[in-house]
């Protein structure tokens, strides 16, 4: 496995704005994913994205991966102050055992 | 919706003592994890768990650790002889391959 670098570190928008958070990783992939940390608690699976697919969609999530440039995004559109958390990626390479592995990941602050 | 849960939500244990953290995956699920996170810092991989034997494990994962599915529905995590370095978050996750589903945690404190 290899860990994606979560960019930016933190982030702070008022609610009913767009988040955008960016990950990068060093190797080729299978899939890569997406996950939501609340302060203290556990991650929470949101969306995965598959190498032969260039974006995809869940409610108000939007993910693309770009494999040439070793990058995926993650979008949430009209955000709310519930969406405040710790978001990371797990790139998921073609020989994983299975562990993901996290980064710092982005922490997303939306003010009400 | 099926969650993985996790008893207890916390445990306090002196140093030394052995502390067993449970954890009932979501029951059609086939691999399990337990990771941890320390305050403040990233959440990390111990050990995954297919077919019945530890498939991988971190050098976190030493001889004090162990798990253990003992009756085809609980997942543990045994810790043999606590350390203060090991207070942190622990987190049991169960998946079918790709995607894994954690549970709340059980947050360790050791004194």
């Known amino acids: 496995s290899q860990q994606g670098e979560e960019d930016p570190q933190a982030l702070s928008i008022q609610e009913g704005e767009n988040a955008t958070m960016n990950c990068s990783y060093k190797t080729s992939i299978n899939n890569l994913q997406w996950y939501r940390q609340n302060s203290g608690r556990g991650l929470v699976h949101l969306i995965l994205?598959?190498?032969?697919?260039r974006e995809k969609h869940s409610g108000r999530l939007r993910v693309t991966l770009d494999t040439s440039k070793k990058s995926s995004s993650l979008l949430i559109t009209a955000s709310r102050a519930a969406d405040t958390a710790s978001y990371f990626c797990?790139?998921?390479?073609?020989?994983?055992?299975?562990?993901?592995?996290f980064g710092q990941g982005t922490t997303l602050q939306v003010k009400p | 919706e099926p969650e993985v849960t996790q008893t207890p939500s916390h445990q306090v244990t002196q140093m030394g003592q052995e502390v067993i953290l449970r954890c009932v995956p979501i029951s059609n699920h086939l691999y399990f994890y337990w990771y941890r996170q320390i305050l403040g810092q990233k959440v990390e991989f111990l050990v995954s768990?297919?077919?019945?034997?530890?498939?991988?494990k971190s050098e976190i994962f030493d001889d004090q650790f162990s798990v253990e599915r003992p009756d085809g529905s609980n997942f543990t995590l045994k810790i043999r002889s606590t350390k203060l370095e090991d207070s942190a978050m622990y987190f049991c996750?169960?998946?079918?391959?790709?995607?894994?589903?954690f549970g709340p945690g059980t947050r360790l404190l050791v004194l």
């Open positions: 768990f297919y077919n019945n034997e530890i498939s991988e």
């Open positions: 994205i598959r190498s032969n697919e």
């Open positions: 797990a790139p998921d390479p073609s020989s994983n055992t299975g562990k993901l592995i």
């Open positions: 996750a169960s998946g079918i391959r790709e995607t894994q589903y």
